[in-house]
């Protein structure tokens, strides 16, 4: 189907819209679609009609390249008195037709969202055996087995840190949303240093100036700060005295002796130097991520990245000399050029590196990022493959998924996993995924996460421009008083 044909989806009888269009994207990623209540709109080769009958009965039909496809069945609850079993009831029909009429077969079946392993968390705290939850969930959103495996293994694996969460302390993420060059896949809020590098002394110091104004709740409200996280963007991106001043401003501001983790995402090799690990480590930071993606030189010059696969190992050693005992390393799944054996070669590599822990993400192609242009040239691509590889090879070596979640647009759906070392898990990529901490985000293009006590998640986004941020600071900070409220009531929350 062509990529800017909008594939007419017609509901009768329901408003299952959200479900549905993440169903239909399973299996059409590249397509949009056109949602209508107007049966006269299901017209041409390609539609989709979803109904909804006598309050009971559920109906797909589906034209596909001309020939159609239906399904129907009869509900034992009632619509109007179970909405969710009946939407995701008529979600598995097209689903099953999909399936059936394309032969794709998700690996993570109808299973949307991104936190996969809140679901096997869930059942876990339900007293549940690995059986029963495998037969609750493969019958529910046919995953696939090793699917099953991995959900599991990494629920198990993060289920005693979520038990060990402080109730009263928070996590402070701080981020510097500068990149050298924008990598070609990228989605994420990042700007070029040549074009930052003229506001980057206003960023610095409103950047501080956010963080003193959020030590002051935290203080005010006697919450405690759990992990602090430097994210970007490409934290060392920036000078090392840039990097200093701001990490000094934590220094000087949190109370770090009671923080349990510290993280600074070093990111890409390129911007790594002695001096910027000697001030990471000096500050504070215990754990480094040095993320090459791939060691192929090839795919890096594809992707629009400046340094080679040596020169990521060469990152890697220095940091390891300097004195890092806790250094995360960044894969990616699925990235154009790159073949089953290049990324084994990689993942092999990385391996013997031994970081204390590895991240495989697999290739995500949003809007925003320039490779979207070509996404077609996805089609085939043997992400799955790979990762299937990385499962098998990292717990043949040691190393246990503790965190994962999932994005829309990703190669063939598939996920991304943070695996460690055992003890070398990261507490914040826990809190984040899991949603059970609060995150207070400082930087332009930083969101602050509130989880309330009540389990209401409120969030408060950041500009996303660094001058947008400068500018307009006042009032952003007008927006951040809804912080102290939300810790006021952390804080009144028992200790454990
Ligand atoms: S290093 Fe990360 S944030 Fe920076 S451009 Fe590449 S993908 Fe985007």
């Known amino acids: 189907m062509n990529n800017n044909f909008k594939m007419p989806v017609i509901l009768i009888g329901n408003s299952f819209k959200y479900e549905i269009e993440a169903t239909l994207k399973l299996f059409f990623h590249e397509n949009r679609f056109a949602f209508s209540d107007d049966i006269n709109e299901a017209a041409g080769d390609n539609y989709v009609i979803a109904s909804v009958k006598n309050d009971s009965v559920i109906s797909a039909q589906i034209m596909l390249n001309g020939e159609l496809s239906s399904l129907e069945a009869t509900l034992d609850i009632p619509v109007s008195d179970d909405k969710d079993t009946a939407e995701h009831e008529l979600c598995r029909l097209i689903y099953r037709i999909l399936s059936e009429r394309t032969g794709i077969r998700p690996p993570w079946g109808l299973m949307t969202g991104i936190r996969p392993v809140k679901k096997f968390v869930e059942l876990i705290r339900q007293d549940m055996s690995r059986e029963q939850i ?3 969930l493969s019958q529910k959103y046919e995953i696939t087995p090793e699917k099953l495996d991995i959900g599991y293994i990494t629920a198990e694996n993060q289920l005693p840190i979520l038990d060990r969460i402080n109730s009263r302390a928070v996590s402070l993420y701080v981020s510097i949303p500068f990149c050298p060059t924008r990598c070609s896949y990228c989605s994420f809020v990042s700007h070029s240093m040549d074009s930052a590098v003229k506001l980057m002394p206003d960023y610095v110091r409103m950047l501080c100036r956010e963080l003193e104004i959020t ?6 409200t006697n919450t405690e700060i759990d992990t602090v996280y430097f994210g970007g963007g490409t934290p060392t991106s920036i ?3 840039d990097l200093r001043t701001i990490m000094e401003c934590v220094a000087e501001n949190f109370d770090l002796a009671k923080i349990r983790e510290y993280s600074v ?3 890409r090799p390129d911007t790594i130097t002695e001096e910027k690990l000697r001030v990471i480590k000096e500050l504070g930071a215990q754990r480094i991520s040095v993320n090459p993606q791939t060691l192929n030189d090839d795919v890096l010059r594809v992707i629009g990245r400046n340094h080679s696969g040596e020169d990521a190992i060469r990152a890697f050693e220095l940091a390891r000399k300097i004195g890092f005992t806790n250094i995360n390393t960044d894969l990616i799944a699925g990235l ?8 084994r070669n990689t993942l092999d590599r990385i391996t013997e590196l031994d970081p204390e822990s590895i991240t495989v993400h697999t290739l995500t192609i949003k809007r925003a990022a320039n490779l979207f ?3 077609g040239e ?5 992400a799955a493959e790979m990762v299937s590889y990385s499962i098998d090879k990292l717990l043949a070596n040691g190393y246990l998924p503790y965190y994962m979640y999932r994005q829309k647009n990703t190669v063939d759906n598939l996920e991304n996993i943070g695996y460690s070392k055992k003890g070398f898990e990261s507490f914040y990529n826990i809190f984040i995924m899991d949603e059970t901490q609060t995150i207070l985000g400082v930087g332009c293009a930083a969101s602050t996460k509130l989880v309330y006590p009540d389990g209401k998640i409120s969030r408060i986004h950041n500009y996303k421009f660094p001058y947008e941020y400068i500018r307009q600071f006042d ?8 912080a102290a409220e939300c810790l006021k009531k952390i804080s009144s929350l028992p200790l454990r």
Request: no cysteine; charged share 40%.
């Open 239 to 241: 000078s090392a005295e």
């Open 373 to 375: 242009e070509k996404a």
């Open 378 to 382: 996805n089609n085939n691509n043997p």
């Open 475 to 482: 009032t952003l900070m007008e927006k951040k008083k809804e």
């Open 265 to 267: 995402e070093a990111g």
């Open 215 to 220: 030590a002051q709740i935290v203080k005010e």
């Open 336 to 343: 154009p050029t790159e073949t089953p054996e290049s990324f």
């Open 134 to 136: 495998y037969d609750k």
